[in-house]
């Protein structure tokens, strides 16, 4: 895609998404430019080997305010981090690589695994997942639809039928 930002469309301050590889339809995410890197909701996070490298397994919970929704993920570890977030304190987190759906797009982007439970997000998209993706109109929210509540408990079923834990 050309870098001529005139050509790049526009999302608000929070928008829904998916992370289609990790099986997860729906995820309210915070847009924030202030932040270099995303970061996913992650309750337990459990490093494994397979296939000849690092993998992580990890519980999250999609919904906000939902614990009793949650999906058991698998990725390929990318990376470990020390990440400081904007409260000042450093915390160690696995880095793994998925792609993002938003408004017709699907991009690839580096996500950390932290648990995200005290706070309102539980996914929150960093500047480097943004950059040549997207131009962020701070005053606007949901430019691609939000999700309704038909939708979403359909996601919950479908959610508790694939559920192990």
Excluded at 87 to 105: A, D, K, M, N, P
């Amino acid at each position: 895609m050309s870098n001529n930002s005139s050509e790049l469309p526009i999302i608000g301050w929070r928008e829904w998404l998916a992370l289609p590889e990790l099986g997860i339809q729906h995820i309210k995410a915070k847009i924030d430019t202030g932040a270099r890197s995303s970061a996913l909701h992650a309750f337990y996070v459990d490093p494994f080997s397979s296939r000849g490298g690092q993998w992580v397994r990890f519980g999250i919970h999609p919904l906000q305010r939902d614990s009793e929704t949650v999906l058991e993920c698998e990725a390929p570890v990318k990376d470990h981090r020390a990440v400081t977030d904007s409260g000042g304190h450093q915390e160690h987190r696995y880095v793994i690589e998925s792609s993002l759906s938003l408004g017709g797009r699907t991009w690839p982007a580096e996500i950390t695994l932290t648990n995200r439970d005290s706070m309102k997000f539980r996914m929150l998209i960093g500047r480097t997942a943004l950059r040549g993706n997207f131009l962020v109109d701070s005053a606007s929210s949901y430019r691609f639809g939000k999700v309704t509540l038909k939708q979403l408990s359909a996601y919950r079923r479908a959610t508790a039928s694939r559920n192990p834990i």
